[in-house]
């Protein structure tokens, strides 16, 4: 396993950023100003992470593992290097927001030790064009998680 920043020679790995958000035009518009990494297993790219950084907060914008690979703590190994990468660009706080229906998101960053600090009433419904469905539960509210750094 290995963990690499994706470069402009690199192919745009969709169907790993659709895992995590199905929006193309959504994706687009923070890809390219993100820190984008590649966890690499073999040639083959298994996961990807988009991060971005300002004044002293990093931003998960996306993260998602290959789902033949969910499970075998790659996506901790990708959390902990964001982590590292997060404490690099200085930052105090690292957040992340998923779905309200995101139930196996939200139990992996509570885990980890986020905390959720508040929610944007539905942001899923007035965001996207399409509805978003998870675990039967149709996405509404985003959910914004912290860690804070220093502990």
């Keep these: 396993m290995q963990i690499v920043r994706w470069t402009e020679n690199d192919v745009i790995p969709y169907d790993l950023l659709f895992l995590a958000d199905p929006d193309k035009d ?3 518009s923070y890809f390219f100003q993100s820190d984008v990494f590649l966890l690499k297993l073999d040639k083959d790219i298994i996961g990807i992470v988009c991060i971005q950084s ?3 907060t990093s931003e998960i914008r996306n993260i998602s593992i290959s789902p033949a690979y969910q ?3 790659y996506g901790t190994s990708l959390i902990k290097y964001t ?3 997060a ?3 200085h930052a105090d706080v690292l957040l992340v927001k998923t779905a309200n229906s ?6 992996f960053y509570k885990k980890i030790g986020f905390e959720i600090i508040g929610s944007i009433p539905n942001y899923f419904v007035e965001n996207y064009t399409q509805p978003i469905w998870e675990n039967g539960i149709q996405a509404q509210d ?5 860690l ?4």
Excluded at 102 to 107: C, E, I, R
């Design 26 to 28: 959504i994706i687009d």
């Design 54 to 56: 300002r004044m002293n």
């Design 71 to 73: 499970g075998a703590q």
């Design 83 to 85: 982590m590292q990468h």
């Design 87 to 89: 404490k690099k660009m």
């Design 102 to 107: 995101s139930f196996q998101a939200l139990a």
């Design 142 to 146: 985003q959910i914004i998680l912290a």
């Design 148 to 151: 804070n750094m220093h502990e």
